[in-house]
């Protein structure tokens, strides 16, 4: 698929950072300021990266490139790192020939281990080298990931006034997700003209419908960033609240998709479920109990061992702070009932509910019958793969 904006360059390299020699280096160009929006960690312990980046953006708000390490986080490495952050952002700036405090920095890896930053300052000139409109999107998804399986890219065309606009989001993460604000990494780039109040409203907005509606582990990353780039150059631009409205739900599809891609991929993970709970009294308590649910070791290790153990999801539910009456409680594997008005409906429902847990993808609807709000989660389940992963991801 295409994946080019206008005005957009991107490209990927192996600096040496990473052991396994691949890509661990991207860049991320537009050819204009570009108005941007952010959205980091709630982390206590955040990298420096993401307090650089805070600062420029509460600056300026506006950004000409973004540069990513990946294999290394440049997290709890003290004065040295916020150096490295801003040292990564000058080489870029210098190679492009921009203002150093127009480029933003972003790095994900292992925590604690000071950045090779000599690595990516003699890697830069051969990276703006193999800047590309297409090609490099690519490249750059490769560069930005680390226990990931595959790249997450995708792309959106929208139209505002007759005018066609693209917007390509770039993600990478597959483990120690439960973001709590938008997801490890993420890049999105668009050529819509916005204002900067604007896109900040609507990347919150969508990021909340999006990557915090996601776990795969129940871990906060230090280094959690959503960035997006508006460079206003297909003509296409946000005057009204319709035209807001369009934009908004554009850039959800794209997250939502890069969100659930992240799932997918999830360390070990063999399945990706939807939590959705309906008919509550309020949508608190019902993304209490989606998100409680989604980040039950016990719900996702049966999911793994395809067990239609209701008993663990209806428990997770009961510790969740959300008000409801259980024998009022209906659930469902997807279409088959296997709970009615909190009571077993019988071995011929579960092992319907078994078969609909062999599936890669499936959803648990949870009905209150307390109201009529609803909320989601989306989660994977939880393998043996996934011990194996962390255990060795130091080695």
Request: aromatic share 6%.
């Given at each position: ?14 600096a040496g950072i990473k052991k396994n020699g691949e890509l661990d280096l991207g860049l991320l160009v537009s050819e204009r300021p570009a108005v941007a929006a952010g959205v980091f960690t709630k982390n206590r312990v955040t990298a420096s990266c993401v307090r650089l980046d805070r600062e420029r953006l509460a600056a300026s708000g506006t950004c000409r490139a973004i540069i990513v390490n990946s294999g290394n986080a440049n997290c709890c490495t003290g004065e040295d790192g916020m150096n490295d952050a801003v040292a990564m952002a000058k080489a870029a700036a210098g190679d492009l020939g921009i203002d150093e405090e127009s480029v933003l920095v972003a790095s994900t890896g292992v925590i604690g281990q000071k ?281």
């Open positions: 698929m295409n994946h080019a904006v206008q005005g957009f360059l991107a490209a990927g390299i192996a950045l090779p930053v000599e690595k990516v300052e003699a890697a830069v000139p051969g990276l703006t080298r193999m800047l590309s409109a297409e090609e490099g999107f690519d490249a750059f998804a490769r560069a930005i990931m680390t226990t990931d399986t595959v790249p997450k890219v995708v792309a959106r065309k929208g139209e505002i006034g007759g005018i066609a606009y693209t917007i390509t989001g770039i993600a990478k993460g597959a483990g120690m997700i439960r973001p709590d604000m938008a997801t490890m990494l993420c890049f999105v780039a668009t050529d819509i003209g916005i204002g900067q109040d604007d896109l900040g409203r609507i990347v919150a907005g969508a990021n909340e419908k999006s990557f915090n509606r996601i776990t795969i582990d129940g871990d906060t990353s230090t280094n959690d960033t959503l960035l997006v780039l508006a460079n206003g150059m297909s003509g296409a631009e946000v005057r009204t609240h319709d035209d807001r409205a369009a934009f908004s739900e554009t850039l959800e599809t794209v997250l939502v998709e890069l969100a659930r891609m992240c799932v997918r991929d999830g360390e070990g993970a063999t399945k990706l479920v939807k939590i959705s709970v309906v008919n509550a009294a309020s949508r608190a308590d019902a993304r209490r109990i989606a998100d409680t649910v989604a980040n039950s070791n016990l719900v996702k290790t049966a999911f793994f061992g395809q067990d239609a153990n209701w008993g663990r999801i209806i428990a997770a539910m009961g510790r969740a702070g959300a008000e409801f009456d259980p024998e009022r409680v209906d659930l469902y594997f997807d279409d088959v009932l296997l709970v009615e008005n909190g009571r077993y409906a019988g071995q011929a429902a579960e092992n319907a509910a078994t078969e609909v847990l062999r599936q890669p993808e499936f959803v648990v609807r949870i009905d209150l019958k307390a109201g009529t709000e609803e909320e989601i989660a989306w989660t994977c389940d939880f393998s043996i793969d996934y011990v194996k992963i962390n255990a060795d991801y130091r080695s």
